[in-house]
């Protein structure tokens, strides 16, 4: 089983509608995550981190459920320019090392 | 947030040869630089993390004689891939935790690298 799991999509959604998607990780020690959107053949970008069980930032609100293990992504009024990879990330150990899941592709269309 | 400059950001290199590829943070001191590889639609896998001073800590199955690093400061890291070969071909990403940040666990990520190895 990969320690972070994401749908790969892609998830179709039209322009201005709400989409959401998840994320399983597999530690349950593990305390801190993230959402970063990668552009095509570009560097990952912090969207989003989550320390408690959830927050919001303008259009994007993410939100952990750590007794069933996941995280999940919702963005509103879908723009086009949303259209990315978004990674889950889980942060697994003092250091810093994060393990990355594959990514679940958007594609916000007009 | 955070910047973290790579260079190259591509190189195409013939087989055998060994490349370079710099990672820098340019407004902020890192302690602690990792070190990715993606494939295409493959997530990011990463390589090793890189410590300021010491030697760096490899994942498993990377080869620490092939991937050399080197923390020699606090804002650069860099890491050669000796003798490359064609199934060396990738997206090599560095990060850096910015450590006054409060939390200090968000990682920034360079550009990348892309390598084509001929």
């Known amino acids: 089983r990969k320690e972070v799991e994401q749908d790969p999509g892609p998830f179709n959604v039209p322009e201005g509608a709400t989409v959401a998607f998840n994320c399983t990780y597999s530690n349950s020690a593990s305390q801190s995550f993230f959402w970063y959107r990668q552009d095509c053949r570009k560097e990952p970008k912090l969207l989003m981190s989550v320390y408690s069980s959830g927050n919001e930032d303008g259009r994007f609100t993410a939100q952990l459920n750590r007794a069933s293990q996941y995280i999940s992504l919702l963005i509103r009024d879908s723009k086009l320019s949303d259209s990315a990879t978004y990674l889950c990330v889980v942060l697994t150990d003092s250091w810093g090392k994060l393990q990355f899941g594959a990514g679940t592709q958007v594609v916000v269309t007009p | 947030g955070a910047v973290v400059s790579q260079h190259p950001s591509w190189v195409i290199c013939k087989s055998g040869t060994s490349v370079k590829i710099e990672c820098r943070s340019l407004?902020?001191?890192?302690?602690?630089m990792f070190w990715y590889r993606q494939f295409p639609k493959q997530s990011l896998m990463l390589m090793a993390t890189s410590n300021e001073g010491s030697k760096a800590t490899y994942e498993q199955g990377v080869e620490k004689d092939k991937f050399l690093i080197n923390h020699a400061s606090l804002t650069l890291s860099t890491l050669t891939v000796t003798s490359a070969h064609p199934e060396d071909s990738s997206f090599y990403i560095c990060s850096a935790r910015d450590m006054g940040l409060a939390g200090g666990y968000e990682q920034f990520f360079g550009p990348g690298t892309r390598l084509t190895v001929l």
């Open positions: 407004d902020f001191q890192a302690t602690t």
